[in-house]
């Protein structure tokens, strides 16, 4: 009896330490990846504030002048 609960035990935490590292890995990569999806949206964003900020000096000129 005790030599067939002796393996089970021992693939059964060999799977789980597998296991967690498969899911610390796959962690680590969905969160570089969202990382570069976040880098990628500040910069969408800095070049759209730039372009607000040229369309609001040309408006303020056109103000100006009338």
Do not use: C, Q, W
């Not at 990846?33 to 880098?39: Q, T």
């Amino acid at each position: 009896m005790m030599s067939d609960t002796v393996p089970v035990a021992l693939i059964s935490s060999g799977g789980s330490v597998s296991v967690a590292i498969t899911a610390l890995i796959l962690s680590f990569r969905m969160f570089n990846s969202l990382e570069r999806r976040i880098e990628a949206i500040e910069r969408d964003l800095k070049g759209f504030f730039r372009t607000i900020a040229y369309h609001d000096k040309r408006i303020s000129k056109l103000e100006d002048k009338s």
